[in-house]
């Protein structure tokens, strides 16, 4: 939970730090971040496919099996990042068409465009994690993020506001420490599983060559439909930035508040769903069923009850929580409207992306991302159009729009998981 988390931290200290400089460079985050934040997760979701495949080889006792699949995870991993780069560096520029406020996409490209540059060692950190998680190593991943956040605040200090002899370079300034981390955060994790004890019988997995065309299919067969079930998922809320731009630079800053809010307990909600891959996919190798679905609904249990405390301190804290970020009383107040909001969807967003992580350790990745599309892209997002502006909701009716579409793919997610799983303890 701790390592998912590190990921979406790094983005919510340069809000936070950012955010002291005014309501346009916040916005300016915002709108930079939703296409960073879809490409990052795109390429979270590839990564995932090593997962329980490793876990099940695991299962059975298979350590070459395990090797073979990090060899071809770290060539699919390392080009999707080099992809993923060239998309952003292609069109970025595109976010002048999508009619937000100018000063805000003056801010935001020049922050993108370096940022994006991390996503080729956050797709070479991810690839050494997901094959440690599939081991059920999670602890030295925990350490290494924790250490990388910190370096990221520390240089975000030194680079956005001008210290030690630095200028201070604001917004840019914060893309430059997260680049810096993120190189920090690949470079220790690769070096942690290539020099580690209980790695060892693994080295072949570092081999070049002998490369498998099936193997590459598979893998890709799982992860491409994960990365996709994120692209609906966070393109719907990064479409819902969009919408909120057109409202105007306050409701944007207040958005990039509370989505930054909702993000943490997302991530940390996921952190349980990468726990439910691992274990569901061990038991998957185990051939043991009812373990598999005593596992799977500990983690449902322990999700609602993490996203309820969630959900109380978002209310509760609705006006505080904001004041973290700025001092503007009109974004403040905003803020506080959407926080009520993210805290009525915590526990179906919970359950949604719990859902997601257990039916990959199935294996079961295609309908749940047809799921997840008919959810949010014919549901929720139109809804939301219609509630922000037919029925002049603004920012709140494009979250209320989110919130159907969230309820809408936790239901449905989790009768697929429990229908699935009954049917192979009968089988």
Known sequence: MLSQLGHMMVNVADSVMVGHLGAVPLAGASLANVIFHLLLMFGIGVSYAITPLVAAADGEGNVSKSAVYLKHAIIINLITGLILFAI??????????????????????????????????????????????????????????????????????????????????????????????????ASWMVLYVYHGKKYQPFRLGFKLGNYSKNIFRNMLGLGLPAGIQFIFEVGAFGFAVIMIGWIGTEALAAHQIAINMAAISY?????????????????????????????????????????????????????????????????????????????????????????????????????????????????????????????????????????IGLSIVAITLFWRFNHL?????TA
């Not at 179906?348 to 257990?358: P, R, T």
């Open 421 to 425: 799983t009954k049917k192979m303890l």
């Open 88 to 185: 952003v560096a292609i069109a970025g520029p595109g976010l002048k068409y999508l009619d937000q406020p100018m000063e805000v996409v003056d801010m935001a490209l020049p922050y993108l465009n370096i940022v994006t540059l991390s996503l080729v060692p956050l797709m070479i950190f991810q690839t050494f994690r997901q094959f440690a998680e599939g081991l059920s190593d999670t602890k030295m991943a925990m350490i290494i993020v924790i250490g990388s956040n910190l370096l990221n605040v520390i240089l975000n200090y030194i680079l956005i506001y001008g210290k030690l002899g630095f200028d201070a370079y604001g917004l840019i300034g914060a893309g430059y420490a997260s680049f810096i981390a993120r190189i920090i955060l």
């Open 267 to 403: 991530m940390m909600a996921s952190g349980l769903s990468a726990a439910a891959t691992v274990r569901i996919g061990n038991q998957l190798g185990l051939k043991d069923i009812p373990t598999l679905r005593a596992a799977a609904f500990t983690l449902y249990g322990m999700v609602i009850l993490f996203m309820g405390i969630c959900a109380t301190v978002f209310i509760v804290g609705r006006f505080y929580l904001p004041s973290l970020y700025i001092e503007d009383t009109a974004v403040i107040e905003l803020a506080a409207g959407l926080l009520i909001i993210a805290g009525f969807f915590q526990i179906s967003d919970g359950i949604q992306v719990l859902s997601l992580g257990a039916l990959r350790g199935l294996a079961d990745v295609k309908i749940p991302t047809a799921m997840t599309f008919i959810a949010y892209w014919v549901l929720g997002l139109p809804i939301g159009y219609l509630l922000a502006f037919h029925y002049q909701m603004g920012a709140s009716g494009v979250w209320y729009g989110l919130l």
